[in-house]
């Protein structure tokens, strides 16, 4: 039931979304002038930190696991703000690494909201409150949720490289969704702008146009940016998210306690020198945990231990 609810969320936050950028294609006319984004943006906003605190509800009613990550979001939010206080060059923010990062590590629900949360807080913390705020929200969680959609092969050269092709087309597609928020009234009647009586198709050939004229090359520093971090940072980040996803249990099947081995799905790249640590008199148990002396079920214990010699004989447990 809580996975279902978890879902539906997310389906109806991707939905508001979806519609918040996609009505200029869809709707044949609108309110006019620079009221209309304003009009629109309070409600994607609402709706959007409704859904979000819904999930992050039903992710702490999940028990521990939930908790854990929450915590984990709340940490990478904040190293979100962190990377985005020192500004933008050109398009670009080393903020989008965390989410790229993220994203691939512990999947698409996850990049998602963490691209969401951290917008938000980083739009609280640096100033950047306004009606483009919400549509900010959406377009950096979807950045999140394609990285998590990646395929994530046994070399890390091949991890590393998609991962990085992928940072420079999501740093195009987020430019060219960002501009769609502003696009059907700051372009006004040119020949660029939108038109309420054309069609889809009429109106998509407009926006190309106006994206490529005025957004190109504004956005090409956010996809170069992208690639390179990946490039350089990804395999020590996805090393260690890696890990935490392994032990916290974000994204794949329970350890087996009896076994002491991680169920990982075949193809899932292990990092070189990151390798989940075991206490040294424990079965299947991760570093940092409290050792126990030896499994119960496989080391005999004191009451089996205990031997009772005399008139009664010889009795075991």
Same mark, same amino acid.
């Given at each position: ?15 508001l979304g979806l519609a918040a950028f996609a009505w200029p294609f869809v709707v044949p ?26 999930? %992050? /509800? !039903? ?5 521990? #696991?939930?908790?854990?990550? @929450? *915590?984990?979001?709340? $940490?990478?939010?904040?190293a979100m703000v962190a990377l985005r206080l020192p500004g933008f060059i050109g398009g ?31 739009? %609280? /913390? !640096? ?5 483009? #705020?919400?549509?900010?929200? @959406? *377009?950096?969680?979807? $950045? ?47 020949? %660029? ?125």
């Amino acid at each position: 039931m809580t996975s279902s609810a978890r879902a539906a969320l997310l389906v109806a936050c991707n939905l508001l979304g979806l519609a918040a950028f996609a009505w200029p294609f869809v709707v044949p006319a609108a309110l006019g002038g620079d009221a209309a984004g304003r009009a629109d943006a309070p409600y994607v906003g609402v709706g959007l930190i409704v859904c979000l605190g819904a999930l %992050l /509800f !039903v992710e702490l009613g999940r028990g521990a #696991l939930g908790a854990k990550e @929450v *915590a984990l979001i709340g $940490v990478l939010g904040a190293a979100m703000v962190a990377l985005r206080l020192p500004g933008f060059i050109g398009g670009f923010s080393a903020m989008f690494i965390v989410v790229l990062v993220a994203g691939n590590a512990f999947g698409p629900g996850f990049g998602f909201l963490l691209g969401a949360t951290g917008t938000f807080a980083s739009g %609280l /913390f !640096v100033g950047g409150l306004g009606p483009w #705020l919400p549509f900010q929200m @959406v *377009a950096v969680g979807w $950045v999140g949720m394609g990285a998590g959609w990646m395929p994530r092969p046994n070399a890390w050269r091949r991890r590393i490289a998609a991962l990085a092709a992928y940072g420079v087309v999501s740093g195009f597609a987020f430019g060219a969704l960002m501009n769609l928020w502003f696009w059907p009234f700051a372009a006004g009647g040119s020949e %660029l702008g939108w038109a309420p009586e054309g069609g889809a198709a009429a109106n998509l050939a407009r926006y190309g146009t106006f994206y490529a004229a005025t957004s190109l090359a504004w956005d090409s520093a956010r996809a170069v940016g992208n690639a390179v971090l990946v490039v350089v940072l990804g395999r020590p980040l996805l090393g260690a998210l890696d890990r935490a996803a392994r032990r916290m249990q974000l994204e794949f099947p329970a350890r087996s306690i009896v076994e002491g081995e991680a169920e990982e799905p075949a193809g899932w790249p292990r990092p070189r020198g990151i390798g989940v640590e075991e206490s040294p008199d424990s079965t299947g148990q991760d570093a940092g945990e409290t050792p126990r002396r030896g499994d119960p079920r496989t080391v005999p214990q004191k009451a089996d231990r205990l031997r009772v010699t005399g008139g009664e004989g010889e009795r075991v447990g």
